[in-house]
């Protein structure tokens, strides 16, 4: 009996670190084999030509710290609060041609053990995801 209960606590944790996606092909987890941070990559495509991109960010849990990794930007906390549940990426100079994609690289500090996951996205106030969610 022991053994099955360290077993089943043991595929509750691994299965609780593995992030999912709610969005495959639109947001990818691309490193998380670090406490306290992790990496991903959003894929935007607009049905329009857009000069400067507004990128707002939601995560399920707070976080400390968010960078942008090979993208020009600024990174926003859209609240006072140092533990934010969302961010905003804003880069005034991309130009984001119409179904073209691009793609944004960040990165998310967080503490504790539980990373909190990526929720979802909005392109210049349009949600992209989760799909079908306006």
């Known amino acids: 009996m022991l053994k099955y209960l360290l077993l089943v606590a043991l595929c509750a944790v691994v ?8 969005c495959a092909g ?3 987890y691309t490193k998380q084999d670090e406490t306290g941070r992790w990496e991903g990559v959003l894929n935007i495509k607009s049905e329009y030509t857009l000069h400067g991109v507004w990128i707002r960010i939601f995560l399920d849990g707070a976080v400390s710290d968010v960078k942008l990794l090979e993208t020009q930007g600024e990174v926003k906390k859209t609240d006072g609060d140092s533990k934010v549940k969302d961010f905003l990426i804003k880069n005034r100079d991309l130009l984001l041609k119409k179904d073209e994609p691009a793609t944004i690289k960040f990165s998310v500090a967080y503490e504790g053990k539980n990373p909190p996951a990526f929720a979802g996205f909005r392109l210049n106030a349009r949600t992209l995801c989760p799909v079908g969610e306006e």
Request: hydrophobic share 35%.
């Open 15 to 22: 299965a609780n670190c593995e992030l999912k996606t709610p």
């Open 26 to 28: 639109l947001f990818e």
